[in-house]
C-alpha cells in the first residue's frame, strides 16, 4: 500500500537555529500537501505543491517538490517559538490522502 | 465559515459497547473523510465520501466500523463492539472536490476501557 515516511521523527533546536523535514514516498504523487499540527490541536494546512521541481515560500518556510515527485522538504529558517508543532507531509494517492509520519519540532527559547 | 465540528469532544465507553460519532463538514464542501490518529502518529485514513457515496474505505478497517454520509452534509461513524485498540481520536475532515486542502475538526478522543 501506499506509505509515505517522513525523517526526522523528532527534532530539537535552539531558537533561531534552521529546521528540516524530509517527506519520501513509496510511490509517485499527483501532489503533496503540508500541515502543522500544534500540541493539542488538529492538523492545519500549510501548503500544496503539484509540479515537478516546485518551490514555494511563505515567510520563513519553503517547501520544496521532488524531481520525480516521491519527496519533498519542507525547511524553515531561523525558527521561533511559535514554529512548535508536529509538520506532516501527505501525499495524494487514488482519491485520497495519504499522511506521513510527521516531524515533531521542538524550540528551545 | 463556521468550520468543521465533531461531536463529541471526548468519549469513554467499555469495551464491547457502540459508539458512534457525528460530523458536521463546512457547507460548501462535498468531500467528508475521516481519520484515525494515535499517540506520535499521523492521521490514519479510513474513509471518505464524495456528497452522499462512499468511494473508498481503507482496507485496515474492520467490519465493526461503519461511516454515512446519508443527504451528503452530515457523517456518522460507528465503532460497534469497542475494543480497547479502538482508543484513539478520530478526526473528520471536509474539502471541496478533487485535490482540495482538507480542513479538520476538532476530533473525538474516544477512550475504551
Known amino acids: 500500500g501506499q506509505q509515505v515516511m517522513q525523517i526526522p521523527q523528532y527534532q530539537h533546536v535552539q531558537e533561531g537555529e534552521d529546521f528540516t523535514t524530509y517527506c519520501n514516498s513509496s510511490t509517485t504523487l499527483s501532489n503533496i500537501q503540508w500541515y502543522k499540527q500544534r500540541p493539542g490541536g488538529h492538523p492545519v494546512f500549510l501548503i500544496q505543491?503539484?509540479?515537478?521541481?516546485e518551490v514555494k515560500k511563505q515567510k520563513r518556510l519553503t517547501f520544496q517538490f521532488g524531481e520525480a515527485k516521491k519527496n519533498s522538504s519542507l525547511h524553515i529558517t531561523a525558527t521561533q517559538t511559535t514554529d512548535v508543532g508536529t509538520y506532516f507531509c501527505?501525499?495524494?494517492?487514488?482519491?485520497?490522502?495519504?499522511f506521513g509520519t510527521g516531524t515533531r519540532l521542538t524550540v528551545i527559547p | 465559515d463556521t468550520g468543521v465540528s465533531q461531536n463529541p469532544r471526548h468519549k469513554i465507553t467499555k469495551r464491547g459497547q457502540n459508539v458512534t460519532f457525528r460530523c458536521d463538514p463546512i457547507?460548501?464542501?462535498?468531500?467528508l473523510y475521516w481519520y484515525r490518529q494515535t499517540l506520535g502518529q499521523g492521521p490514519e485514513f479510513l474513509t471518505y465520501f464524495q456528497n452522499e457515496a462512499q468511494l473508498e474505505k481503507s482496507r485496515l478497517l474492520s467490519d465493526r466500523f461503519s461511516a454515512e454520509r446519508p443527504k451528503g452534509s452530515f457523517s456518522t461513524l460507528e465503532i460497534q463492539r469497542t475494543e480497547q485498540g479502538d482508543s484513539a481520536m478520530y478526526l473528520c475532515?471536509?474539502?471541496?472536490?478533487?485535490?482540495?486542502?482538507?480542513?479538520f475538526g476538532n476530533g473525538t478522543r474516544l477512550t475504551v476501557t
Open positions: 475532515a471536509s474539502s471541496l472536490a478533487g485535490n482540495s486542502p482538507l480542513h
Open positions: 457547507s460548501e464542501h462535498n468531500r
Open positions: 505543491l503539484v509540479k515537478s521541481g
Open positions: 501527505a501525499g495524494t494517492g487514488a482519491n485520497n490522502l495519504f
